[in-house]
């Protein structure tokens, strides 16, 4: 069973888009995130939403919205996607506001 | 301000060599500590976890680390590594209900 799901895996597109990414946990947990990893692997937390409640936005551009429609889903909604935002974003989910992170196999975005 | 510091941007070992990946913190307290390995491609897993109680922490697929306060790291070992080690390592840590900051990783390379 995978804990923590993410789709698609892979996503191609173009400037100026809208796209989302979906992920599902099925751990039973409270605290679900998104972040961003760059070409350098450089780890960078976006959001965090906690039974369903922001309580982490990182200084993220306002084209990217969270959507957490309970707690075992967390979306992310990109508009008007640009050059810089190619990476692969990572969902990850944990117990409480503190401790481990379980994380997804990540969704690698392009955008060309 | 709380940091985690990977000091090794590459490591290159030999298998059947022993590892040791170093891992500093910079925290007001005691955080709570986390190693996770990354394979080509996938997410990130949790290989072992500190929080309090004994320095000497044993995690998956044979790795251990250190918690050593007085010089502020959490170093993960392992005696023997093995082909499929080779990976990115992050170091992570946390504290109270804060985020948790990513070290910048470490990509391990193992050679036969």
């Known amino acids: 069973d995978t804990a923590v799901s993410q789709t698609p895996k892979y996503l191609v597109t173009q400037m100026g888009n809208d796209k989302s990414i979906k992920c599902e946990q099925n751990l039973g947990h409270d605290t679900m995130y998104w972040y961003k990893q760059d070409s350098k692997k450089f780890l960078k937390i976006m959001f965090s939403y906690n039974n369903k409640e922001l309580i982490i936005n990182e200084t993220v551009p306002n084209r990217f919205s969270p959507k957490s429609p309970d707690k075992a889903h967390l979306n992310l909604h990109i508009n008007s996607l640009e050059l810089g935002d190619s990476a692969v974003y990572f969902c990850?989910?944990?117990?409480?506001?503190?401790?481990?992170?379980?994380f997804g196999p990540g969704t690698r975005l392009t955008v060309t | 301000a709380q940091s985690v510091t990977q000091p090794d941007i590459h490591i290159t070992v030999s298998e059947g060599a022993s590892l040791e990946l170093r891992c500093n913190y910079s925290?007001?307290?005691?955080?709570?500590l986390f190693w996770y390995v990354q394979s080509p491609g996938q997410g990130l897993q949790l290989l072992l976890k500190?929080?309090?109680?004994?320095?000497l922490v044993q995690g998956i697929k044979g790795f251990e680390a250190e918690f050593k306060r007085s010089q502020s790291s959490f170093n993960l070992r392992k005696p023997s590594v093995h082909w499929s080690d080779a990976a990115e390592y992050f170091c992570a840590g946390g504290f109270g209900n804060e985020k948790l900051t990513f070290g910048t990783g470490t990509r391990l390379t193992i050679i036969p």
């Open positions: 500190y929080f309090s109680g004994d320095t």
């Open positions: 990850a989910s944990s117990p409480g506001l503190a401790g481990e992170q379980y």
């Open positions: 925290y007001g307290a005691t955080p709570y």
